[in-house]
């Protein structure tokens, strides 16, 4: 008798946290969103049910661990277990946006280094693989034991920059703190533009005194970056030192937009023109009217294909996409 191998099939799977742009991940994989429920009970336990096999498959869940961060976090990693407790052959974890990211690192005596945690939870729950966009401090990607592939944006926003002609010498890419100089000038590269500096003598949020521009704003487009809108309080002072430095325009861009704490009222008020963001956070709070987005999920999407067809995902960290 002939013997039967079997070839692993590949299935997606969203849960809750962002089930947008888990459709348009699916879509731009061709693939179909698997099946699973997910609810709570009365306690705030959380049940999962995957509800189709998916014994000897190489599942990829998709998840951002956004607010509430402690909810999504659990959900995931009670769906991992589900999976390894049903046989896959493979799990990767598709996460949009890390939650935990920004606490890499001991800043403070008995602080915890919470990014690390987290990721001994995702790899001891029984991940293989983990895809994420623009890691807070790309050295996370170390705190795993397993492969972590940290995608870009920012050729994606070059992209629409450039179609909105908002390239060379008229232009400035603005860092408004010390820590985002490299985000700063990888964008710079891309529109053939020089770069600015936002610093502070005294960095304490609350007792912050005014920042100065290191680099020249004047008579120009200015474009703030950083990787996390959180509050918008980072923006909104930059936007207005920039602003007092004499630049026409003001944009903003940061990959992941989670406005929390009344971020719309304060972004809304700064001299901000567009603040551009990825989906890669299913926003529960009002969003300024002055925001916009721009998908990641065909760069993601695309990841995922390359991933299970053992091809490169180098072509994805450059502006053209070119297949290899």
Known sequence: MAQYKATPQMKVFSLTSNTDIAEKIAKAANLPLGKVSSRQFSDGEIMINIE?????????????????????????????????????NSITVVMPYFGYSRQDRVAASREPITAKL???MLVKAGV?????????????????????????TIPLFAE??????????DVVVVSPKNSG??????????????????????????QREEGYIIGDVTGKKAILIDDILNTGKTFAEASKIVER??????????????????????????PIQEILLTDSVSNKERVPNNASYITASELLGNAICRIQERRPLSPLFTYHHDED
Not at 57 to 79: A, K
Not at 128 to 135: E, M, Y
Not at 182 to 191: F, G, Q
């Open 52 to 88: 189709e096999s998916v014994r000897g498959d190489d599942i990829y869940i998709i998840q951002s661990t956004s607010y509430p961060v402690n909810d999504h976090l659990w959900e995931l990693l009670i769906m991992i277990d589900a999976c390894k407790r049903a046989s896959a």
């Open 118 to 120: 987290v990721s001994n």
């Open 128 to 152: 293989n693989r983990v895809v994420t966009l623009d890691l807070h401090a790309v050295q996370v990607q170390g705190f795993f034991n397993i492969p972590v592939d940290n995608l870009f």
């Open 160 to 169: 629409h920059y450039i179609n909105k002609g908002l390239t060379g010498e």
């Open 181 to 206: 100089i490299k985000r700063a000038r990888s964008l710079a590269e891309y529109l053939d533009a020089p770069i600015a500096i936002i610093d502070y003598a005294q960095e304490d949020d609350s």
């Open 245 to 270: 430095g004499g630049a026409t325009e003001i944009y903003a861009v940061a990959s992941h937009g989670l406005f929390a704490g009344g971020a719309a009222d304060i972004l809304e008020a700064a």
